[in-house]
C-alpha cells in the first residue's frame, strides 16, 4: 500500500519552499486556502524569474508529478471511472472510491495539488514579472498547460476557484464551470495568436527546448496542441451550449497550424522519476485492468490488447493455471479485499508501453480524429466525412503503437466482433453480460446515435490510459457502455445505472474556504456529492 497524504496538508504543515508564502499567512492571519490555491513551490522570485525553466514542473504537474500524486489524484478516481483500472485491493477500507464512498483524503490530491503546484505559481508569480509583453511566446505555453491542468480539475469537480485565484488573502471564490470554460477558449484565443506571431517571425526557433518535457520546443506541435484541445473542450459542452460548441470546433478545425495529426504529434509529458503507470503497476502492484476494457479489447480481437496489457500471471495470485495467458479484468467495485485475493488479474503492459522511463500521454492524433468524426455527424464545417475520420482514428491509434498497416486493416473491416461477456473466476456473482453489441465497422446505414457510439467506443480504446478525458467523454455521451459499479454503498446518493458524475468537494474547504465552497455548491445546483452532474453533463439523447 502507497496511499499518502495529499500534497494539500503536506504544504500546509510541512510548506519548506513556501516559506515566504507562510510569513504572510501569519502575518495577516489569513486562511488556509490562500496557502493552497497561493504558494510558491518552485521558488520563484518576483524580480528575477528564470521563465524557461519553471515550466518542465508545470508540465509534469499536468499528470501529478510535483509530488507523486497521480495515484490519488487520477488513478483512485477518473481512471476507475472510465472502466481502465481497478485496483486489486482496498487499501486498508472497505469503503472507497472503488464502491462510491469517496476518501476524502484520495480525491483531496486532484483538487489541491494542480492549484499548489501549477495554477498558483502560474497566476501569481509568472504572470507577475510582466512575461505576457516581452516573452509571449513562454507566456503562451503557460496559458495551454494553465487551460489543460484546470480543465482536469473543473471536469472532476464542477465550479472550482479560477479567475480570482491570488487576488485575496482570506476567500477564493468559485467560478461557475461555464464561466471557467468562456476563461479556457479566452486563453487559447491569447496563446494561439502569441504562438502564430512568434512563428511568423522567428521560422524555426526553439527558445523553448531546454525545458519543454512535452514537445522539445517545437512551437508549431504546441500551436496544433491548442486547437486540438479547444476542439476537445468544444464537444464537451456540446449537449449543454451547442452553438458556443460548434463555433468553437469550427474555429479549431480552421485554425492556423492545423491540429495534431501525425504521430508525432503526440502530447506526452516526460516524467519527473518514474513513469506513474509503471510506479502504480509494476511498483507497488496496485493497479490492475478493468472489466469493461478487457471485454471490449477481447471481444474485438484488438491487436493492441498485448500492447497496453499483460496476460493473468498465474504466479502471484490465486487464479488456477487454467486461466494463464488469458486477459481478464476486475470489475470496478469487486469486493478485492487485501492481496493477494485479486493478485494476478491483467495488469498494464508495464514492461514496453508503460516501462519505467516512458512519457505519458494526455493528447493524441487518434483522439482528434475521433472528436472530427463525430464533428461530421454532427453536420459542422470541416469535419470531413465521418467515416473517413473514424477510420483515421482508428489508424492513427495502430500506428501510434506499432500495429501494422494490415492488422489495422483488418481490425476497421471487421463487422461482427463485440465485447464479450465477464466471467470473474473468483466470485461467479460478479460475472456480467456483454453490455454493448456496437461491432467496428463504420455502418454507413446505421442512425446518428449509433455510430456515435461506434466512435466513442474507439475513441475510448485509442485514449488508454489516459482516464480523466476518457472519463469526461463518458458522462458526456454514455459511451461506451460500462458494467455498473458491483457494490454500490453511496446510500443512494450515487445511482448504480447512471454512475459515478463527478468527484466531492474536499471537507478541508469548508473549514478554509466556507462561504466559497457553499456558493460553489449553489452553482452546481445539486447537493455535493457523486451523482450530481456537471453544467454540460445534460441528461437528454446525444442527438
Not at 501569481?124 to 491542468?149: H, R, Y
Not at 464537451?236 to 458556443?244: E, G
Not at 489495422?408 to 473468483?426: F, L, R
Amino acid at each position: 500500500m502507497k496511499i499518502k497524504y495529499s500534497s494539500s496538508y503536506l504544504r500546509i504543515h510541512y510548506p519548506l519552499a513556501a516559506v515566504c508564502a507562510m510569513i504572510i499567512l501569519v502575518l495577516t492571519n489569513c486562511t488556509k486556502n490562500f496557502e493552497k490555491y497561493n504558494t510558491d513551490p518552485g521558488g520563484i522570485s518576483d524580480k528575477d524569474v528564470q521563465v524557461s525553466a519553471v515550466f518542465k514542473p508545470f508540465e509534469q504537474e499536468i499528470m501529478y508529478s510535483a509530488d507523486d500524486g497521480y495515484q490519488i489524484g487520477q488513478n483512485l478516481n477518473a481512471d476507475i471511472y472510465a472502466g481502465y483500472s481497478c485496483p486489486p485491493q482496498f487499501f486498508g477500507t472497505t469503503l472507497n472510491n472503488m464502491n462510491y464512498v469517496f476518501v476524502d483524503g484520495w480525491n483531496s490530491e486532484a483538487f489541491n495539488s494542480i492549484y499548489v503546484n501549477l495554477i498558483g505559481p502560474i497566476k501569481n508569480k509568472l504572470a507577475a514579472t510582466g512575461i505576457q509583453k516581452t516573452q509571449p511566446d513562454f507566456w503562451a505555453i503557460a496559458l495551454i498547460v494553465q487551460t489543460e491542468a484546470i480543465d482536469r480539475i473543473t471536469d472532476k469537480f464542477g465550479p472550482v476557484p479560477y479567475s480570482a485565484v491570488g487576488k485575496s488573502l482570506t476567500t477564493t471564490p468559485y467560478d461557475s464551470q461555464q464561466s471557467i470554460y468562456q476563461q479556457m477558449f479566452a486563453q487559447l484565443d491569447t496563446a494561439s495568436a502569441n504562438l502564430n506571431t512568434f512563428i511568423k517571425a522567428n521560422p524555426g526557433a526553439t527558445p523553448f527546448a531546454a525545458s519543454d518535457v512535452i514537445y522539445g520546443g517545437d512551437y508549431t506541435k504546441w500551436l496544433k496542441f491548442a486547437n486540438s484541445l479547444r476542439l476537445r473542450l468544444a464537444m464537451h459542452i456540446v449537449k449543454v451550449d451547442p452553438t458556443t460548441a460548434q463555433a468553437q470546433a469550427e474555429k479549431a478545425m480552421a485554425a492556423p497550424g492545423g491540429l495534431l495529426s501525425d504521430v508525432s504529434d503526440v502530447a506526452a509529458v516526460a516524467v519527473a522519476g518514474q513513469n506513474d503507470y509503471w510506479q502504480i503497476t509494476a511498483s507497488y502492484t496496485d493497479n490492475s485492468a478493468n472489466a469493461s476494457l478487457a471485454t471490449y479489447m477481447v471481444g474485438y480481437n484488438d491487436p493492441r490488447l498485448p500492447v497496453y496489457l499483460l496476460p493473468v500471471d498465474v504466479t502471484v495470485g490465486p487464479l488456477p493455471a487454467q486461466y494463464a495467458g488469458q486477459y481478464i479484468g476486475i470489475r470496478l467495485g469487486t469486493n478485492v479485499q487485501s492481496k493477494p485475493l485479486y493478485s494476478g488479474f491483467s495488469v498494464y503492459n508495464y514492461n514496453t508501453t508503460f516501462a519505467v522511463t516512458n512519457k505519458e500521454t494526455i493528447m493524441t492524433p487518434a483522439e482528434v480524429n475521433f472528436l472530427k468524426a463525430e464533428a461530421a455527424l454532427r453536420g459542422w464545417a470541416g469535419a470531413g466525412s465521418a467515416q473517413a475520420d473514424y477510420e483515421a482514428g482508428i489508424n492513427s491509434s495502430m500506428q501510434q503503437y506499432g500495429v501494422t498497416d494490415v492488422a489495422a486493416a483488418a481490425y476497421i473491416a471487421d463487422g461482427t466482433s463485440k465485447q464479450t461477456d465477464y466471467v470473474d473466476p473468483q466470485n461467479s456473482s460478479d460475472n456480467a453480460t456483454a453490455l454493448s453489441t456496437i461491432t467496428i465497422k463504420w455502418d454507413l446505414t446505421a442512425t446518428n446515435e449509433v455510430n456515435l457510439e461506434r466512435i466513442i467506443t474507439q475513441k475510448w480504446l485509442a485514449m488508454f490510459p489516459e482516464g480523466q478525458e476518457a472519463w469526461t467523454e463518458f458522462r458526456r455521451t454514455g459511451y461506451p457502455k460500462l458494467f455498473p459499479v458491483v457494490n454500490n454503498d453511496s446510500g443512494g446518493a450515487i445511482d448504480t445505472k447512471i454512475q459515478v458524475r463527478r468527484l466531492s468537494y474536499p471537507v478541508s474547504e469548508y473549514s478554509a474556504n466556507g462561504p466559497a465552497v457553499k456558493a460553489g455548491v449553489a452553482l452546481l445546483g445539486g447537493p455535493d456529492n457523486g451523482g450530481t452532474r456537471l453544467w454540460w453533463d445534460v441528461n437528454k439523447a446525444n442527438f
